[in-house]
């Protein structure tokens, strides 16, 4: 058996809205996820929302994370762009700036950066792109979530910044270890999801989109909070989880 995590956690994006619309299952999620990734108002999420989901996040003991973007909320930030290394910095920072003045009006602190959409896509590809992100984590000294075995993890290395290893189950990989992005959020069986889950515990493999095993190590496993389902996928993760950690100490 691989080593795996004691307890790994689970994460989800959330305050992901703007003005009267709300995209996600944030009130069901945050009695069950232990990470919230909240949108700073690039892809979603105005100064409203992004107080309310702070002070949310924070009356459930859930620590909270800057969820930046690309500047696309028409595209819900999942349209690469084509960026300088600067100009990332310059997004991510702004972006993590406006989250800290809602954790400081509620008494929280900032926990870790988790780039989303393109912009997670873009900066696991590229070193450059990805020492951004990196250079606002370290000043801050929070973590970063990323992919295992991508600039994620090396430049968060290289750098000395935290780095938490992502496991999603309602996205598909391809047969190269990256995520299959789709432009809308589709349902995830949760039984599914909690095979895939007690499958990565117990064999430190996943199973690509054509089935080609994937190794994969994790630290936290990812729930999408704006799709169909997403409160009954979080709890069979959790269940998954507990089940497998009960079984070790048997």
């Known amino acids: 058996m691989v080593t795996s995590p004691s307890r790994p956690t689970v994460n989800s994006d959330m305050g992901e809205g703007i003005g009267l619309h709300r995209f996600g299952n944030d009130p ?3 009695q069950i996820v232990d990470l919230a990734n909240v949108a700073c108002g690039f892809h979603a999420g105005d100064p409203d929302i992004m107080s309310a989901t702070v002070a949310a996040a924070v009356g459930h003991d859930v620590r909270i994370g800057a969820h930046p973007s690309l500047p696309d909320q028409w595209g819900f930030g999942r349209r690469a762009m084509v960026l300088t290394a600067e100009e990332v910095e310059s997004l991510v920072r702004y972006q993590v700036g406006a989250l800290t003045g809602f954790l400081l009006q509620h008494g929280a602190e900032l926990h870790h950066i988790k780039p989303h ?33 991508t600039a994620h993890e090396a430049v968060c290395a290289e750098r000395g910044v935290p780095f938490v290893a992502e496991l999603y189950v309602d996205l598909d990989y391809n047969a190269e270890g990256g995520l299959i992005i789709q432009r809308t959020p589709h349902a995830t069986d949760p039984q599914a999801a909690a095979e895939r889950v007690t499958r ?51």
């Open 28 to 30: 069901e999620l945050l």
């Open 117 to 149: 959409g393109s912009l997670y896509g873009m900066v696991a590809r590229d070193a450059a792109l990805m020492e951004s992100v990196a250079a606002v984590a370290a000043d801050y000294g929070v973590a970063v979530l990323g992919m295992a075995g």
């Open 200 to 250: 990565a515990l117990t064999t430190g493999a996943v199973a690509a989109e054509d089935g080609t095993p994937l190794p994969m190590r994790f630290d936290s496993v990812c729930v999408h909070s704006d799709a169909l389902g997403a409160p009954a996928v979080a709890r069979a993760v959790r269940e998954a989880i507990d089940a497998h950690l009960a079984a070790a100490t048997r």
